[in-house]
T-cell receptor, first 114, second 113 residues
Framework: ETGVTQTPRHLVMGMTNKKSLKCEQH?????MYWYKQSAKKPLELMFV???????ENNSVPSRFSPECPNSSHLFLHLHTLQPEDSALYLC?????????????FGPGTRLTVT | GQQLNQSPQSMFIQEGEDVSMNCTSS?????WLWYKQDPGEGPVLLIA?????ELTSNGRLTAQFGITRKDSFLNISASIPSDVGIYFC?????????????FGKGTLLTVNP
């Protein structure tokens, strides 16, 4: 039990669809992250939120839109995605985005764009 | 950006054997973390290292923070079938206003019973 949950676990969507990924952390952390994991590539950091404020956006295309309504919940809104966006999307949390510390991951959402 | 070289890319071993894998970088890191990822799941934190030279164990797992701060290794002793998975290293340091983790590409471990 990592304390970070993600829904849905699997998602298949067409390029014209709009969908959202949800993440919730039960660890009392102040920072939350979205990562993209593609085959044979290192984890790619997409967004960082600290106390509901976006503090980093790693040149992610605008078809990915994050939302953090409170420090326990994080969403990733998806629209007009491309097939190359198919990947495992991982949410993580940590105590403080500015300090050394461990990041704890959720189980991920396996996204397939058709 | 920073890159980590993780090796080996994959390992096939017999149950009961010891395993060693490592990560190296041309850059200095302030922390090293080791994660394991099972198929269809997210990475699970195994060991966190915060000090150069630090040697930390978690059951059959032992990890060390290299004295140069540019490398780390993970050892697994007496491997068992449930050790199968992908092991990732991650180096951490301050990057601008946030603390960043840079991940290796992973080592795929297969254990034959």
């Amino acid at each position: 039990e990592t304390g970070v949950t993600q829904t849905p676990r699997h998602l298949v969507m067409g390029m014209t669809n709009k969908k959202s990924l949800k993440c919730e952390q039960h660890l009392g952390h102040n920072a939350m992250y979205w990562y993209k994991q593609s085959a044979k590539k290192p984890l790619e950091l997409m967004f960082v939120y600290s106390l509901e404020e976006r503090v980093e956006n790693n040149s992610v295309p605008s078809r990915f839109s994050p939302e953090c309504p409170n420090s326990s919940h994080l969403f990733l809104h998806l629209h007009t995605l491309q097939p190359e966006d198919s990947a495992l999307y991982l949410c993580a949390s940590s105590q403080d985005s500015r300090l050394p510390g461990e990041q704890y991951f959720g189980p991920g959402t396996r996204l397939t764009v058709t | 950006g920073q890159q980590l070289n993780q090796s080996p890319q994959s390992m096939f071993i017999q149950e009961g054997e010891d395993v060693s894998m490592n990560c190296t970088s041309s850059s200095i890191f302030n922390t090293w973390l080791w994660y394991k990822q099972d198929p269809g799941e997210g990475p699970v934190l195994l060991i966190a290292l915060y000090k150069a030279g630090e040697l930390t164990s978690n059951g059959r797992l032992t990890a060390q923070f290299g004295i140069t701060r540019k490398d780390s290794f993970l050892n697994i002793s007496a491997s068992i079938p449930s050790d199968v998975g992908i092991y990732f290293c991650a180096g951490g340091n301050s990057g601008g206003s946030n603390y960043k983790l840079t991940f290796g590409k992973g080592t795929l471990l297969t254990v034959n019973p």
